[in-house]
């Protein structure tokens, strides 16, 4: 049974910064994905299985960084610079495959943590 255990969200000015961390239970392609009341969920930010290859949504380039710590199978998104448009529930999600394709499709990964709260203040 795979397990991601998501921390680190919480309430922080616009403009702020908050890191949020993704522990699983073993080694694969990460994605993290935000979903707001009566919306979609969203591709956020992926990395690849080496963590050579990183990926973002352009709502969040050049403000958020994915990162990786393979020793402690340990998934991370830093947001800076965040603002009220970021708010939302974050999900970290992880795919058996070791493959990137369709990184930014919510199908394609098999497990999903059970989401922490990001609330962005104005």
């Known amino acids: 049974q795979v397990q991601l255990v998501e921390s680190g969200g919480g309430l922080v000015q616009a403009g702020g910064s908050l890191r949020l961390s993704c522990a699983a239970s073993g080694h694969y392609v990460m994605g993290w994905f935000r979903q707001t009341p009566g919306k979609e969920r969203e591709f956020v930010a992926a990395i690849s299985w080496s963590g050579y290859n990183t990926y973002y949504a352009d709502s969040v380039k050049g403000r958020f960084t994915i990162s990786r710590d393979n020793a402690k199978n340990t998934v991370y998104l830093q947001m800076n610079r965040l603002i009220p448009g970021d708010t939302a529930d974050y999900y970290c999600?992880?795919?058996?495959?070791?493959?990137?394709?369709?990184?930014?499709?919510?199908?394609?990964?098999?497990?999903w943590g059970q989401g922490t709260q990001v609330t962005v203040s104005s």
């Open positions: 999600a992880a795919r058996s495959s070791r493959n990137s394709d369709s990184y930014y499709a919510v199908g394609t990964y098999d497990y």
